[in-house]
């Protein structure tokens, strides 16, 4: 699996722009294109994406983690340049998806799978779903700012298998004894205390930002 930063509050690459919110892309082993999110702002989404050399046609689904402005700003502008993508959201956006003239979308509510290896949590805490993605090494959990708790993204995604790596916002996550079993923690966005997972944990612990690559 490969995982791009599109949008993120900090850029890891030179040329692209900061700006609060959440976007990446990931591409499955098995050849599928999931953009994750798409931050607060349509320009910005695609001028991030067109620096690193990613084109709005070639998503094949784009996956919304909860109807927060910062991470479905840019979802009009990504659809204009591609209205055939398949659109993924949390059931509480059902009501919003129509009133935008998004009957087309599939609204969540339990876990399921996608895909065969790519699945989401289903929408917890009435508000949120997260991106469960398997990988050589076992399961990446890829979240939007963990609103349920991260604690309960876990569990959930732990039914399916050993979870590895944990991308995404974490808000004011503190439990960093959850991380103990991960290989990989890349805290993004709206992460409160990223120092303090470093600190617990600096050999797993991976910086975010516009442009992180990450192989996985």
Not at 39 to 68: C, K, T, W, Y
Not at 99 to 126: D, F, K, M, Q, W
Not at 142 to 150: L, M, R
Not at 160 to 178: A, M, P, S
Request: charged letters at 20%; glycine letters at 12%.
């Amino acid at each position: 699996m490969k995982l791009t930063i599109i949008y993120d509050n900090e850029t890891s690459e030179k040329g692209l722009q900061a700006d609060w919110g959440l976007s990446c892309l990931v591409e499955t082993d098995g050849g599928h294109r999931i953009l994750f999110d798409t931050g607060a702002d349509g320009a910005i989404l695609l001028r991030n994406m067109e620096l690193l050399g990613l084109q709005p046609a070639s998503i094949d689904e784009v996956f919304i983690s909860h109807p927060h402005w910062d991470h479905t700003g840019g979802l009009a502008s990504l659809i204009d340049g591609n209205p055939t993508a398949t659109l993924y959201l949390p059931a509480s956006m059902a009501s919003w998806a129509s009133h935008n003239g998004l009957e087309h979308a599939i609204c969540i509510s339990e876990p399921i799978r996608i895909y065969e290896g790519v699945c989401s949590t289903g929408e917890l805490g009435g508000i949120e779903q997260s991106l469960v993605v398997e990988t050589a090494a076992g399961l990446a959990v890829i979240a939007g700012c963990s609103h349920p708790g991260v604690g309960a993204i876990l569990e959930t995604a732990s039914r399916r298998g050993r979870v590895n790596y944990l991308i995404g916002g974490l808000h004011g996550f503190r439990e960093y004894d959850l991380l103990a079993d991960l290989e990989l923690v890349c805290p993004c966005h709206c992460t409160q205390f990223k120092s303090g997972i470093e600190k617990a944990y600096p050999m797993k612990y991976t910086r975010g930002g516009a442009g992180r690559i990450m192989e996985l």
